[in-house]
């Protein structure tokens, strides 16, 4: 492929130029090559290490966490361990947004069910919507606290 500019990583990763620099001068990549004028030039290694961090922050995983992934994928096998208990600990938080989210989705759907059923003059499907609604207040406030 060649040397990259950094308009190009940045469309090839899905980052942004900014986040490119960013992470450069945080040190999660690099350093990167420079052109006689000292302008960013992006070799494929560099690539493949922007588009797994983008992939990480993507899923929420922050500086640090990314600092250590990138360490301990220089490292390799001996990290193994070390990786896996890192992704796993984020997957365990996503696994826990996601079940907050289905209970915001819940939530609003049987609010709309109400408005719905109101909408209409129903009051047999309003009485239904409210129970299911007060039924769910607990878990939502549940959720909100965490």
Request: aromatic share 4%; with cysteine; proline share 2%.
């Amino acid at each position: 492929m060649g040397l990259l500019t950094i308009q190009d990583a940045a469309s090839r990763c899905g980052l942004s130029e900014p986040t490119l620099r960013y992470y450069e001068e945080v040190g999660l990549i690099g350093p990167i090559a420079r052109s006689s004028q000292g302008h960013r030039r992006y070799r494929d290694d560099d690539i493949d290490t922007l588009q797994a961090l983008a992939c990480l922050r993507a899923m929420g995983v922050g500086i640090e966490d990314m600092r250590t992934y990138q360490a301990n994928r220089r490292v390799g096998h001996a990290k193994a361990r070390d990786q896996r208990d890192l992704l796993l600990r984020h997957a365990q938080r996503v696994r826990a947004e996601m079940e907050t989210l289905r209970v915001h989705l819940d939530y609003l759907e049987a609010k709309a069910a109400l408005w719905d059923a109101r909408h209409r003059h129903d009051a047999d499907d309003e009485s239904k919507a409210n129970e299911r609604v007060q039924g769910m207040l607990p878990l939502l406030g549940e959720v909100l606290s965490r």
